[in-house]
């Protein structure tokens, strides 16, 4: 148990580098972790910690040595309030220190669990005639989006859905473009359909910035949005595999 942490000169822990799901079983709940972690400059024998919390309860899980990390084998959440989201946090931690030292950490790491049906999706797929553009976003007077892929591409929905080429060059960007458009537009434009992707966004990018007319810091959250979404699904690596595959 951590009774005294030093806080001094710790490093913030990206949404890219976990990734968090829970699970449910009659009257059990558990969660599971996926790391990624940067770890450069971290020492192999600090302390990794994952907290889940909810309001003022909460439940800190031991997963050893940065070196030698284990996922112990409760990690039932049974001390937690979980009438609502429950949210996680990641610690590392020099214990060899008097009080420990806190190196790294990360806040608000989310779950997304979406139970909606296909009618309800994030975002609509429609092919047009885009003239010599392959792709583009454009929003319906509702205020929803729609991804649009030329009709000249053969196939064209059934690729962005199951073709990664298609998944990892078109995802992402236009990811980047729906949130900075909502940005740009405000809370009064989009609706449901905006607060449904900010919520998608925050799962990612953790609490949208405090002050939106703070331009830098939006592009900073939207771009660790699309990030830790990329990362998630190995965009890169398997458009890389698919690549070799293909030589």
């Known amino acids: ?9 710790r490093r913030k822990i990206l949404k ?14 558990w969660f599971d972790v996926n790391f990624k972690l940067d770890t450069t400059d971290i020492p ?14 909460r ?15 409760d990690r039932l959440l049974n001390e937690i309030n979980l009438s609502g989201d429950t949210l996680f946090r990641i610690l590392i931690v020099d214990e060899e220190e008097t009080h420990g030292k806190l190196l790294a950490s990360g806040n608000q ?28 976003i454009e ?30 060059l078109i995802l992402p960007a236009a990811f ?8 740009w537009q405000g809370d009064e434009f989009g609706g449901e359909k905006r607060e449904r992707w900010m919520e998608f966004a925050e799962v990612y990018g953790g609490k949208i910035p405090k002050y ?9 959250w939207v771009d660790e949005v699309v990030m830790a979404f990329s990362s998630q699904f190995k965009l890169c690596e398997k458009f890389v595999e698919k690549l070799e595959d293909e030589e």
């Open 109 to 136: 790491f989310r779950v997304w669990e979406d139970d909606r049906n296909d009618s309800q999706s994030l975002i609509a797929v429609e092919v047009k005639d885009l003239g010599s553009e392959v792709w583009k």
């Open 16 to 29: 890219n580098e976990a990734t968090f799901s829970i699970h449910k079983e009659e009257n059990n709940v």
């Open 139 to 168: 929003f319906d007077e509702d205020g929803e989006p729609e991804l649009c892929i030329d009709k000249k591409i053969p196939d064209a929905i059934n690729r962005i859905s199951n073709d990664i080429f298609f998944q990892s």
């Open 212 to 220: 939106l007319e703070d331009q830098e810091s939006i592009v900073k």
């Open 176 to 183: 980047r473009e729906i949130l900075t458009w909502y940005f």
């Open 59 to 73: 439940q800190r899980f031991s997963y050893g040595r940065i070196d030698e990390q284990k996922p112990p084998k």
């Open 44 to 57: 192999d024998h600090a302390s990794l910690y994952v907290e889940a919390y909810y309001q003022e309860t």
């Open 1 to 9: 148990m951590l009774k005294k942490i030093n806080y001094t000169g």
